[in-house]
Nanobody, 126 residues
Framework: QVQLVESGGGLAQAGTSLRVSCAAS???????MGWFRQTPGKEREFVAS????????RYADSVKGRFAISRDNARNTVYLQMNSLKPEDTANYYC????????????????????WGRGTQVTVSS
């Protein structure tokens, strides 16, 4: 079992950048990792996913070209670099993990993930 803790959220102006991090309690190398976001009254929305080695990534169309997911397995940490932020990016951002050793794919469905962090709030002002 792995525990996930997000950090790095906060208030940002539109057009600027922010990086959120997800620190895992265990080895992340065996886990496919993902970022999701959610606003009140809406379903959790896929943002990005990265394979165990970091060789494969997937993004939601709404963030493609602006956000970048990366991972440092030596530090058991996953990052989401968010550039050119828009007010519609305002949400609580959640880190997720799925145990999938040697799997080099990615997942965009929240039900595929077994472990979740508590989230970090990102607010983008216009």
């Amino acid at each position: 079992q792995v525990q996930l803790v997000e950090s790095g959220g906060g208030l940002a102006q539109a057009g600027t950048s922010l990086r959120v991090s997800c620190a895992a309690s265990g080895r992340t190398v065996d886990y496919t990792m993902g970022w999701f976001r959610q606003t009140p009254g809406k379903e959790r929305e896929f943002v990005a996913s990265i394979s165990c080695s970091g060789g494969s990534t997937r993004y939601a169309d709404s963030v493609k070209g602006r956000f970048a997911i990366s991972r440092d397995n030596a530090r058991n940490t996953v990052y989401l670099q968010m550039n050119s932020l828009k007010p519609e990016d305002t949400a609580n951002y959640y880190c997720a993990a799925r145990y999938s050793p040697l799997w080099e794919g990615t997942y965009d469905a929240p039900q595929r993930y077994q472990y979740w962090g508590r989230g970090t709030q990102v607010t983008v002002s216009s």
